[in-house]
């Protein structure tokens, strides 16, 4: 008998112990002695860390220790609103825990309807669909949209999720050099007139923070009939006037607008809209939206109530943008290498030499009682190794002062300036 209780003889199974050769496993041997080599340098394993304890959206408790998050996407604060909470704890005693369901059968209830009445208010578009994740939206649109003998055209900087939707369909994928107008010109004027072609874009890029040229981008697909996606996962809630993203504060007409619930609307989720007037055929063919359950009533119930907030969350984007500019002039005068010469986003990234600098780096920040992201290859572009920090609507000015005493100190202490 196996551990399941079932005889391996009835299941054709080989009793022998497996070669080395076939055991699936051994492909990941590399990953492992990397990580093993960071963590046997006696560091905090970056990859790894717990919050015992969050006490707004800019404190948690790390290990014991009061901590500034600077690396969390929370852009709006809205993790602990009070209107959200209550939205939240409504639907959860109201709705229960889950839905047990797919939204196709059993799992629409009323607040994921309610999120899709938020979303469109806050687009201003005919149509909204909410996935379980952003992730889940890439992978669902990207791959439904395109279909075998279409293109898919994308930045080579894009999203995982982009890439994974690519993947996940049967369209021809080509890339474009990132942010370059020319290029992706130049790519869609190779390919065949007839077939149908998505260009996939994204407002402002997480790896380095850098903001995409989407006017002149959408305009070159128009140009060949192409169709646009834009991911607006970094821009939400703080780009245009009505914080729609990037395409708004550009002034650009996108077909499908793709977001996710996990950054400025401060819980999880994802959901793409559009004024397409056949976009609802979308939940009848799309299958990261068929073949899964529903997100919990309490997440679209805080998701609907935040989104809702976001709206008319003018003083926040305000100082959003103040906190992202006094950061960004503050460390580019202590003399680091920024991923961007302007705070064009909340996202600042600080380039450095390699992975024992960066780890170094990031234990001296979080020692100090400051959490960043860290970001390695194959993510980061062109193989460099960065600390991210994203900064937040409710940072405060003493906070920053903080953080930025902090890394003059830590940048020092690694050689990262001089
Ligand atoms: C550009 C972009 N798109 C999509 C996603 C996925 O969002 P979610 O966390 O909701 O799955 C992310 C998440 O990091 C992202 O950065």
């Known amino acids: 008998m196996t551990e399941t209780g079932l005889q391996p003889e009835r299941l054709d ?25 960071l963590i046997d340098t006696g560091v905090t394993d970056p990859f790894a860390i ?9 404190v948690a408790v790390i290990g014991g220790r009061e901590t ?11 993790t602990f ?42 687009y ?12 889940m939206a890439n992978l669902g649109m990207i791959s439904t949209l395109a279909a075998k003998g279409e293109y898919v055209i994308l930045d080579a900087d894009s999203h995982a999720s982009i ?11 080509v890339r474009f050099r990132h942010n370059s107008v020319e290029d992706l010109d130049k790519r869609l004027g ?24 989407l006017k002149e981008m959408v305009a070159v697909a128009k140009r060949h009939g ?28 996108v077909d499908f607008v793709i977001g996710t619930f996990s950054k400025s609307v401060g819980t999880v989720g994802g959901f793409c809209v559009s004024n397409h007037p056949k976009f609802e055929a979308i939940r009848l063919a799309c299958r990261p939206y068929i073949f899964t359950a529903s997100l919990p009533p309490s997440v679209v119930a805080t998701a609907a109530a935040s989104i809702r907030k976001l709206r008319y969350a003018h003083n926040k984007r305000q100082h959003l943008w103040e906190n992202a500019r006094k950061l960004h002039a503050g460390l580019k005068q202590f003399g680091f290498q920024l991923g961007t010469d302007a705070p064009d986003s909340a996202i600042i990234a600080i380039i450095l030499e390699d992975q024992e600098q960066a780890v170094a780096m990031w234990q001296t920040l979080l020692h100090g009682g400051v959490y960043v992201n860290m970001a390695r290859p194959p993510a980061t572009p062109a193989g460099t190794y960065l600390l991210r920090c994203s900064l937040c609507a409710e940072h405060t000015t003493e906070q920053l002062d903080r953080v930025l005493a902090l890394f003059a100190k830590a940048g020092r202490t690694v050689g990262a300036i001089g």
Request: aromatic share 8%.
């Open 13 to 37: 199974l080989d009793p022998a112990p497996i070669a080395p050769e076939r055991d699936l496993m051994s492909k990941f041997d590399g990953l492992i002695a990397e990580r093993r080599a």
């Open 50 to 58: 717990v919050m015992d304890e969050v006490r707004s959206p800019t």
């Open 68 to 78: 500034i998050l600077l690396g969390t996407y929370n852009y709006m604060g809205m």
């Open 81 to 122: 609103d009070p209107d959200v909470l209550a939205a939240g704890h409504e639907a959860l005693a109201r709705f229960g825990s889950g839905t047990n369901g797919s939204r196709m059968l059993n799992g629409t209830f009323r607040d994921h309807m309610e999120a899709e009445e938020a979303l469109r208010e806050f």
């Open 124 to 135: 201003g578009t005919t149509g909204a669909i909410v996935f379980s994740t952003g992730y």
């Open 163 to 173: 890439y994974d939707g690519c993947a996940q369909g049967n369209a021809e994928i």
């Open 190 to 213: 190779r390919l065949p007139r007839e077939p149908g072609k998505l260009v996939v874009l994204e407002g402002v890029y997480s790896m380095l923070g850098d903001v995409a040229p």
């Open 226 to 253: 192409a169709m646009v996606l834009s991911d607006e996962a970094h821009s939400m809630g703080f780009y245009g006037p009505n914080g729609r993203g990037v395409y708004e504060a550009q002034g650009c007409d």
